[in-house]
């Protein structure tokens, strides 16, 4: 273990790296999630269609395969990023199909009673959605999400891929120059397992509190 | 369909928005699309000899061995991932306590970490530790270890879903406990969660392209190499994405399809709003994310 021990500081910061590149993902992922889960529940044609597309596009190409085009592709036309801010990116597009997916189920188990009620009270499409849909629709679907961000947290270290030092790159450099890949690996498994477990636990805590009574 | 989540018809003025929204929404679209198209023309990147190199026989062949190594290594990785799986399900079920408990650690560690972490670990620490495979094991390994976890909470969740009397009325005809599990309540428990099963294969199927970072030949490394060879990177590269897709969608939809059928067959129907059974349909998302 003292491998892990005299290394404690390079960990720590690839740690951080994952940490901030997850954090920074979901916010994005979020946000393009709600949007792209709008457009498809919505009443506009050309936006149902593009909603759909992005999620079947996205959702069958492996988010290796979009981090290579991103990075080692895109600069052919112009579009460079450093690896932190490509990982951002290709993360939140990838991660957001699967939260629009996730939005769109929770919008389908809101009761159909809430929207008539609202369109009586004559809320326009954006208030039915924004005002009284998706708050219903976000709480009932806390735990997926959750196992979204779960699997964010291990998604992120696809970004090894390009080069980014996060906790997995940090890990395969520490064991490749001191040749002791099982302590380190463990270690690094053991960090991951100690993000993704509380993870787990506060959101079986949250998902109680916001649990819609029925 | 929730055709739109306005249910009701539209009036004449909610028709006349939805139309306007339609033709400015199909504006902007088409204005991306021209800014995206004008970029890649800008940077001499719509060069018809840049993309005529990827019908060139021999780049077609090279990516198409490249998409053989992929298949060969998720099909590979599926038969260990049901294996695994299987035996972890059955001994988390089990009546033995040290072996339930085995059986769930191994689910629950497996589970918790990246896969790629996993694929390094067996691709460049073990042929240090003495063990010595080609390189194309040392994937089928990480993919079979990890998606072999997945499938064991599946794999639980079917066998948990099947009434108690199925099991009971097999021991009472007389069969024993294997021959119940094996004869009775593991082919029905499959056949409920084939949705999730074939789910499982488009994951395993994306996985594979973790092998690029061990340098495996699979089709995404293979585009690489080509690219960088005739300098057409971003041409190959986006052919290699079609191709992930070409074979990922047809899965997807079966797998959709299973699901539905199986919703019409074990009550609920899918489009039944406010029904418990579109969480689940949330629950497989989460699942295929990872």
């Known amino acids: 273990m003292d491998v892990v021990l005299d290394n404690l500081d390079r960990i720590a910061g690839g740690l951080g790296v994952t940490v901030t590149l997850t954090l920074a993902s979901w916010v994005g992922a979020f946000a393009i999630g709600v949007v792209v889960a709008s457009f498809r529940v919505g009443p506009i044609p050309p936006l149902r269609v593009l909603g759909a597309s992005y999620v079947e596009v996205v959702r069958n190409c492996p988010l290796t395969v979009l981090f290579v085009v991103f990075f080692f592709g895109f600069p052919s036309i112009g579009i460079t990023q450093p690896p932190f801010t490509s990982a951002v990116i290709v993360l939140s597009v990838y991660t957001g199909a699967f939260v629009a997916e996730t939005v769109r189920a929770g919008v389908n188990t809101v009761a159909r009673g809430q929207v008539e009620a609202a369109r009586s009270l004559g809320l326009g499409f954006t208030q039915v959605l924004g005002l009284v849909v998706l708050p219903q629709a976000l709480r009932s679907v806390v735990g997926p999400l959750g196992s979204l961000f779960s699997a964010l947290i291990r998604n992120s270290s696809v970004a090894y891929t390009i080069g980014l030092v996060e906790l997995t790159l940090t890990a395969n450099q520490i064991a490749l120059e001191t040749a002791q890949f099982v302590p380190v690996f463990t270690g690094v498994a053991l960090a991951y397992l100690a993000l993704t477990l509380p993870t787990g636990l506060a959101l079986g805590v949250i998902e109680r509190r916001v649990a819609i009574r029925r | ?290």
């Open chain 2, 1 to 290: 369909m929730t055709a739109a989540l306005v249910g009701d018809e539209l009036g004449p003025r909610g028709r006349r928005r939805v139309l306007a929204g339609s033709v400015a929404a199909g504006v902007v679209i088409s204005g991306l699309v021209a800014i995206g198209l004008r970029r890649f023309a800008a940077r001499g990147q719509l060069d018809p000899e840049l993309w005529s190199i990827l019908a060139d026989p021999g780049v077609v062949r090279f990516l198409l061995g490249g998409l053989a190594n992929t298949l060969k290594a998720a099909g590979a990785g599926m038969v260990g991932a049901v294996a695994v799986g299987t035996v972890m399900a059955l001994g988390r079920l089990s009546r033995h306590r040290l072996v339930g408990w085995l059986a769930g650690g191994y689910v629950e560690f497996f589970r918790g970490f990246p896969l790629l972490l996993l694929i390094l670990f067996s691709a460049l620490g073990l042929p240090r530790l003495g063990v010595d495979l080609p390189l194309f094991w040392y994937l089928v390994l990480g993919l079979a270890v990890y998606n072999g976890a997945v499938l064991a909470e599946i794999f639980r969740a079917g066998i948990l879903s099947l009434d108690r009397g199925q099991r009971e009325a097999a021991l009472a005809v007389g069969l024993g406990p294997g021959q119940a599990m094996r004869l009775v309540v593991l082919p029905q428990a499959v056949r409920r969660m084939l949705p999730a099963i074939v789910g499982q294969l488009v994951v395993l199927l994306k996985d594979t392209s973790l092998g690029y970072a061990v340098l495996y030949e699979e089709l995404l490394r293979r585009a690489q190499i080509t690219g960088a060879f005739d300098g057409n990177l971003l041409q190959v590269l986006l052919a290699a994405a079609a191709a992930y897709i070409a074979v990922n969608l047809p899965l997807s939809r079966v797998a959709r399809r299973l699901e539905v059928r199986q919703r019409g067959r074990y009550g609920g129907s899918v489009e039944v709003r406010g029904a418990p059974e579109d969480l689940v349909a949330v629950q497989d998302e989460a699942a295929a994310a990872g």
